[in-house]
Nanobody
Framework: QVQVAESGGGLVQPGGSLRLSCAAS????????IGWFRQAPGKEREGVSC????????ITADSVKGRFSISRDSAKNTAYLQMNSLKPEDTAVYYC??????????????????WGQGTQVTVSS
C-alpha cells in the first residue's frame, strides 16, 4: 500500500527540540522531493522545508531557517524534520508530502503527491 506517515510530534517547551519522521511505504522516497508543511488553527498551510529528489538541495522557510533542518535516510525510506529552538509560534499540525515536482513549486502550495495524516506539535510552557 502506498503510504506516507508522520510521527514524532508532541508537547515540548520553548527552546526544546523534536525530530519528526516521515516514513514512506509502497514506493521509493528517493525519487520524490520531500516537503514539510504546517498548519496552525485558523491559519493557512505554510511550507516549511523541502528536499529535492535528485541532488538533495534544500529550501527552508525564513521563519524556521537556522532552527529546522530536513534530511533523508534512503535505507529506511524515511525523511526527517529536525526542529530545534522551538517557539510557541511553531505550534501546528505538521505534514509530510512526497511530490514529483520542484521544491520551490511544492512549497508555494501543492495538494498533490503523497501526503501523511499529520502530527501535532505543541510548543508551550
Amino acid at each position: 500500500q502506498v503510504q506516507v506517515a508522520e510521527s514524532g510530534g508532541g508537547l515540548v517547551q520553548p527552546g526544546g527540540s523534536l525530530r519528526l519522521s516521515c516514513a514512506a511505504s509502497g514506493f521509493t522516497l528517493d525519487y520524490y522531493a520531500i516537503g514539510w508543511f504546517r498548519q496552525a488553527p485558523g491559519k493557512e498551510r505554510e511550507g516549511v522545508s523541502c528536499m529535492s529528489s535528485g541532488d538533495d538541495n534544500t529550501i527552508t522557510a525564513d521563519s524556521v531557517k537556522g532552527r529546522f533542518s530536513i534530511s533523508r535516510d534512503s535505507a529506511k525510506n524515511t525523511a526527517y524534520l529536525q526542529m530545534n529552538s522551538l517557539k510557541p509560534e511553531d505550534t501546528a499540525v505538521y505534514y509530510c508530502a512526497a511530490v514529483l515536482d520542484l521544491c520551490r513549486t511544492i512549497l508555494a502550495g501543492t495538494n498533490y503527491g503523497y501526503w501523511g495524516q499529520g502530527t501535532q506539535v505543541t510548543v508551550s510552557s
